[in-house]
C-alpha cells in the first residue's frame, strides 16, 4: 500500500513538471513569435521607406528643370531674382541628394570625369562671358558720348577748315583676384559652378592707372565727313564682331549648361535606376526573410497549437483524475467518518461488555479480600485481582488513546490535593510492590494541604502508568521513588513537577527517542518474561502531559535505572479541599439511614455487588432489571436515590432518567439519579446531563468510588 502510494506521488510529481516544461515551451515559443513579428514590421517598414527615395529622386529631376528654366531667363535677362531662385534650387537638391547618399553610402559615385571637366569649361566659359558684357556695356557707353561730340560739331562748323587738337584721356582700372578655395561637398560645387560661384574666396585689388590717348581730327568739311564716316563704320565693324563674339558665348554657355543638365538628369536618373535596382534587390532580401520568418512563424503556430492540444489534454486528464481522486478521497472520507462512527460504537459496546463483568470480578474481589480467608484462598484472590487490574489497564489505555487520538478528551480544572492523590496512587500500587518486594519511598517537598487546580483524575492516570512500569521493569528486592516539589514559574503560576525513579534494567539511548511512539514495547534486555502491555501507556501519558501544557523527559542507564521527570503548569488555590478516606464508613450510613435506594441494571452480578456493599453498612435496596420497571417502581413508592445502568432492554437508562425528570410532580422529579457506565467520553457525559442524570460512576468501581459518589450527592454531616 505504501509503495502504490509512492508510485502515485511519483507519478504525480513527473506530470507536474511535464506541465511546467511545456508551460516554458510555451514562453519560449511566444517569445520567439515576438521577436519574428518585430522583424516582419521592420521589413515593411523598409519596404514603405523605399517609395520616400523615389519621391526624393524625383524631386530632384523637378527642382532641376525648373533651376535650368531660371538659369536660362537670368543668362539673358540679368535680373538677380532668377539667379537666386537658381542657387536656392540647386541648394535644395544638394540637401536632398546628400540625404540619400547618407542613407546608402556604399552606392557607386554619382559624378563623372566628364561631369567634373564640363564643369570647369562652365567656370571659364561664364569668367570670358562676364568680362566680355563688362566691355561691351563700356563700349556702348563711350560710343554714345562720342557720337554726340561728333554730330554737335559737324551742324555747327561745316565750313571751317581748322584743325582742331582733341585730347582725350580714359583712365583704366586693372583688378586682379586672388582665389582661396573653400571646402564644399559635390552637390554644393555643381551648384556653385552652375551659378557662376566659384569655389574659391575672392581677394579683390584694384589699380587705377592712366592713360592718354590723342585723338587728332582735322576739321575740314569734306574731310571731316569722310573721316566721321569711316569712323562710324569701323566702330560699328568692332561693336558687331564684339557682339557676334558675345553671342558666340553666350551660345557656348548656354551649351554648356544645357551639357550640365543634361549630364545631371543622367547622373539623377542613373542614380534612380540604382536606386531601383538596388531596391528591388534589397525588397527581395527582404520578402524573401519575411516569407521565411512567416513559414517560421506557421510552423511555430502548429507547435504552438500541438503544444496547447497537449496542454489541453494532459489539463483535462489531470482535471478527470482529480474528479476521480476527489470521489475516491470523498468515499475514503464517508468510509473513514463511518469507520470513526462503528468504532467509536465498537469501543463503547467493548467498554460495557468488559467493564460490566471486570466491575463484578474487581468488586467481589475486594469484598472477598476484605473477609478473613485461608492464606491460600488469599493468594488465589490476588491472582484474581492482579488480573483483572491487569484487564482493566488494557481496556483503558485503548480507550484513552482512542479519545486522545480523536481529540475527544478535554482536561477539566477543579480544585485537588496533589499530596493526597500522590498517597493515594502509592497505596494503589503497593500490592504489586509488595509482591515483587520491592521498596517503595514518597517524598513530598511542599506543604500537603496545597491546593492546585487542574485534572485529577488525568494526572492520577500519568502517575499510575509512571509507577506501575518502574515496578514492572524493577527486578524482586528493587527500589522505586516517587518525589514531587512545587516550583514558582516567572509567569507567575505554579510548576508542580513529580518524578519516578527506579533501579531497574534501565533503557538505552536509542529507546529513549522512540519510547513515548505509540504502541512501542521496551523488552528486558535477556529477552526473558515479556512485559505484559499495549505499549500505550508511556503514549498516553505523553499526550496527557501535552495536553496540559507539560513536559514529559526520561533519563535512564543501562542496568542502573531510569528516571521519568513530569512538569505540569498549574495555578495555586487559596481554599483546601477535603479528601475522603475509607474510615467515613460511619458517616455514609448516616447519610443514606433512612434513605430510599432503587438499584436498576440487567445484570445479576452488579445488583449483587451493591446489594452487598449496602447491606454491609445496613441499607436496604430495591432492584429492577430496566427502565420501565424502575419507572413504574419509582412512581408507586418516590425513591431519594436511583443508581441505574445505562444499557439496557425495554428501556435504557437515559429514556428512565428523562421521562422521571419531565414529570410535573416534584416528588418524583426531585429524585437523585446517578448512572454506570463504560466511557468517559464529553459526548456521552453531555448526554447523561442532558437527560436529568445527577451523577455518573465509572464501572468497574470499587467500594471507595461509591462511597466518595454518595458524599457530593448528599454531602458529610
Known amino acids: 500500500m505504501e509503495n502504490k502510494i509512492k508510485q502515485i506521488a511519483l507519478r504525480r510529481f513527473i506530470w507536474v513538471v511535464i506541465l511546467v516544461l511545456l508551460s516554458l515551451v510555451c514562453v519560449f515559443i511566444g517569445f520567439t513569435s515576438k521577436s519574428k513579428s518585430s522583424a516582419i514590421k521592420k521589413n515593411i517598414t523598409v519596404l514603405k521607406d523605399e517609395q520616400s527615395d523615389y519621391q526624393k529622386i524625383d524631386t530632384c529631376i523637378s527642382l532641376l528643370y525648373v533651376a535650368e528654366n531660371n538659369s536660362r531667363l537670368y543668362t539673358v535677362t540679368s535680373d538677380t531674382t532668377y539667379l537666386y531662385k537658381f542657387r536656392q534650387q540647386l541648394e535644395m537638391i544638394s540637401s536632398i541628394i546628400d540625404v540619400i547618399q547618407s542613407e546608402n553610402e556604399k552606392r557607386m559615385p554619382l559624378m563623372h570625369e566628364d561631369m567634373n571637366e564640363l564643369i570647369a569649361e562652365k567656370k571659364r566659359k561664364n569668367n570670358q562671358f562676364s568680362y566680355l558684357n563688362q566691355l561691351a556695356d563700356s563700349l556702348w557707353v563711350l560710343s554714345a558720348k562720342n557720337m554726340d561730340t561728333s554730330l554737335v560739331e559737324l551742324n555747327y562748323h561745316p565750313a571751317m577748315k581748322t584743325i582742331h587738337t582733341i585730347e582725350k584721356i580714359k583712365n583704366i582700372d586693372t583688378v586682379h583676384v586672388i582665389q582661396k578655395r573653400k571646402n564644399k561637398k559635390l552637390w554644393r560645387r555643381i551648384a556653385d559652378a552652375i551659378s557662376n560661384k566659384n569655389d574659391f574666396e575672392n581677394q579683390t585689388n584694384i589699380n587705377s592707372t592712366a592713360s592718354s590717348k590723342v585723338e587728332k581730327s582735322a576739321q575740314a568739311s569734306d574731310l571731316a565727313h569722310r573721316n566721321t564716316i569711316k569712323a562710324l563704320n569701323d566702330y560699328y565693324k568692332k561693336l558687331l564682331t564684339n557682339k557676334q563674339k558675345l553671342n558666340r558665348t553666350e551660345r557656348e554657355i548656354l551649351s554648356l549648361n544645357e551639357a550640365i543638365f543634361a549630364e545631371f538628369q543622367k547622373a539623377l536618373s542613373q542614380l534612380k535606376k540604382d536606386e531601383i535596382k538596388e531596391q528591388e534587390r534589397y525588397r527581395d532580401r527582404l520578402l524573401t526573410g519575411t516569407m521565411h520568418t512567416i513559414e517560421e512563424l506557421d510552423d511555430l503556430s502548429v507547435i504552438s497549437m500541438g503544444i496547447v492540444f497537449i496542454l489541453a489534454v494532459v489539463i483535462l486528464f489531470n482535471i478527470w483524475k482529480l474528479y476521480k481522486n476527489d470521489l475516491a478521497l470523498l468515499h475514503y472520507s464517508n468510509q473513514a467518518v463511518a469507520y470513526a462512527r462503528m468504532k467509536g460504537v465498537f469501543l463503547a459496546t467493548m467498554s460495557h461488555e468488559i467493564r460490566t463483568p471486570l466491575n463484578s470480578i474487581i468488586g467481589f474481589s475486594e469484598q472477598m479480600n476484605r473477609?478473613?480467608?485461608?492464606?491460600?484462598?488469599?493468594?488465589?484472590?490476588?491472582?484474581?485481582?492482579?488480573?483483572?487490574?491487569?484487564?482493566?489497564?488494557?481496556?483503558?489505555?485503548?480507550?484513552?488513546?482512542?479519545?486522545?487520538?480523536?481529540?475527544k478528551i478535554d482536561l477539566c480544572h477543579k480544585p485537588f490535593q496533589p499530596a493526597a492523590i500522590m498517597k493515594e496512587m502509592m497505596d494503589m500500587v503497593g500490592v504489586q510492590a509488595q509482591n515483587k518486594q520491592i521498596s517503595l519511598s514518597l517524598t513530598i517537598n511542599f506543604d500537603k494541604s496545597v491546593t492546585l487546580s487542574g485534572d485529577a483524575f488525568r494526572m492520577k492516570q500519568v502517575m499510575m502508568n509512571l509507577l506501575s512500569n518502574a515496578i514492572k521493569f524493577t527486578?524482586?528486592?528493587?527500589?522505586?521513588?516517587?518525589?514531587?516539589?512545587?516550583?514558582?514559574?516567572?509567569?507567575?503560576?505554579?510548576?508542580?513537577?513529580?518524578?519516578?525513579?527506579?533501579?531497574?534494567?534501565?533503557?538505552?539511548?536509542?529507546?529513549?527517542?522512540?519510547?513515548?511512539?505509540?504502541?512501542?514495547?521496551?523488552?528486558?534486555?535477556?529477552?526473558?518474561?515479556?512485559?505484559?502491555?499495549?505499549?500505550?501507556?508511556?503514549?498516553?501519558?505523553?499526550?496527557?502531559?501535552?495536553?496540559?501544557?507539560?513536559?514529559?523527559?526520561?533519563?535512564?542507564?543501562?542496568?542502573?535505572?531510569?528516571?521519568?521527570?513530569?512538569?505540569?503548569?498549574?495555578?495555586?488555590?487559596?481554599?483546601?479541599?477535603?479528601?475522603?478516606?475509607?474510615?467515613?464508613?460511619?458517616?455514609?450510613?448516616?447519610?443514606?439511614?433512612?434513605?430510599?435506594?432503587?438499584?436498576?441494571?440487567?445484570?445479576?452480578?452488579?445488583?449483587?455487588?451493591?446489594?452487598?456493599?449496602?447491606?454491609?453498612?445496613?441499607?436496604?435496596?430495591?432492584?429492577?432489571?430496566?427502565?420501565?420497571?424502575?419507572?413504574?417502581?419509582?412512581?408507586k413508592n418516590?425513591?431519594?436515590?436511583?443508581?441505574?445502568?445505562?444499557?439496557?432492554?425495554?428501556?435504557?437508562?437515559?429514556?428512565?432518567?428523562?421521562?422521571?425528570?419531565?414529570?410535573?410532580?416534584?416528588?418524583?422529579?426531585?429524585?437523585?439519579?446517578?448512572?454506570?457506565?463504560?466511557?468517559?467520553?464529553?459526548?456521552?457525559?453531555?448526554?447523561?446531563?442532558?437527560?436529568?442524570?445527577?451523577?455518573?460512576?465509572?464501572?468497574?468501581?470499587?467500594?471507595?468510588?461509591?462511597?466518595?459518589?454518595?458524599?457530593?450527592?448528599?454531602?458529610?454531616?
Open 638 to 717: 418516590h425513591f431519594d436515590l436511583i443508581i441505574t445502568d445505562i444499557q439496557m432492554p425495554i428501556m435504557n437508562g437515559l429514556e428512565m432518567a428523562k421521562k422521571i425528570k419531565d414529570n410535573s410532580d416534584k416528588s418524583i422529579s426531585n429524585v437523585r439519579i446517578v448512572a454506570f457506565t463504560g466511557t468517559s467520553i464529553p459526548e456521552h457525559q453531555q448526554e447523561l446531563l442532558d437527560a436529568g442524570i445527577d451523577d455518573s460512576l465509572m464501572k468497574p468501581f470499587v467500594e471507595n468510588d461509591l462511597k466518595q459518589l454518595l458524599i457530593r450527592m448528599f454531602g458529610v454531616n
Open 475 to 635: 527486578p524482586e528486592k528493587g527500589k522505586v521513588e516517587f518525589k514531587s516539589t512545587l516550583l514558582e514559574a516567572t509567569t507567575g503560576k505554579i510548576v508542580w513537577s513529580f518524578e519516578v525513579k527506579d533501579s531497574g534494567i534501565g533503557i538505552s539511548q536509542e529507546n529513549q527517542k522512540i519510547i513515548f511512539n505509540d504502541f512501542q514495547q521496551i523488552d528486558r534486555e535477556d529477552h526473558v518474561n515479556a512485559i505484559a502491555g499495549t505499549g500505550l501507556g508511556l503514549a498516553i501519558c505523553k499526550r496527557i502531559v501535552e495536553l496540559a501544557g507539560g513536559s514529559i523527559l526520561v533519563e535512564s542507564t543501562i542496568n542502573v535505572g531510569s528516571t521519568f521527570k513530569v512538569s505540569i503548569p498549574s495555578v495555586l488555590i487559596e481554599h483546601s479541599v477535603s479528601t475522603f478516606t475509607e474510615s467515613s464508613a460511619q458517616e455514609i450510613s448516616a447519610i443514606l439511614e433512612g434513605k430510599n435506594i432503587l438499584v436498576v441494571d440487567d445484570n445479576k452480578m452488579n445488583l449483587l455487588l451493591i446489594n452487598k456493599i449496602f447491606k454491609k453498612h445496613h441499607l436496604v435496596v430495591t432492584e429492577a432489571s430496566n427502565g420501565q420497571e424502575a419507572l413504574d417502581l419509582h412512581l
Open 371 to 407: 473477609e478473613l480467608l485461608p492464606d491460600s484462598q488469599r493468594d488465589n484472590l490476588n491472582a484474581i485481582r492482579s488480573s483483572s487490574r491487569l484487564l482493566l489497564e488494557i481496556v483503558n489505555d485503548v480507550l484513552d488513546f482512542s479519545k486522545l487520538e480523536e481529540g
